[in-house]
């Protein structure tokens, strides 16, 4: 299976999660927050650093909920704003 090449707002948004994910994770440790939310360090890692950048639902939920962030705040703040308002229109 070929993956189709990403789109500049997709790896954007891939940034901007990863930016926020380590903010919110604070002085805890990659580890330790990975366990939290039943992942593994390298998942978080590639997540963090832009390599993975369009994890699945339910890996933004369990990293969500591990760091105490609604799930509407992690769309909102990983929504580049160009994106926010093409999808109101």
């Given amino acids: 299976m070929v993956r189709t090449p990403l789109t500049p707002r ?3 948004r891939g940034e901007r999660l990863g ?3 380590r903010t919110a994770r604070g002085e805890r440790s ?3 927050v990975a366990a939290a939310a039943g992942l593994s360090a390298e998942t978080l890692r590639k997540i963090e ?5 369009t994890p699945a639902f339910f890996t933004i939920a369990a990293l969500a909920g591990a760091l105490g962030l609604s799930l509407d ?3 909102a703040l990983a ?3 160009e994106a926010a ?3 109101v229109a």
Avoid: F, K, N, W
């Fill in 79 to 81: 929504t580049p704003p």
């Fill in 49 to 53: 650093t832009g390599r993975a950048p």
């Fill in 19 to 21: 930016a926020l994910l």
């Fill in 85 to 87: 308002v093409d999808a």
């Fill in 30 to 32: 990659m580890v330790e």
């Fill in 10 to 12: 997709e790896r954007e």
């Fill in 73 to 75: 705040g992690v769309a």
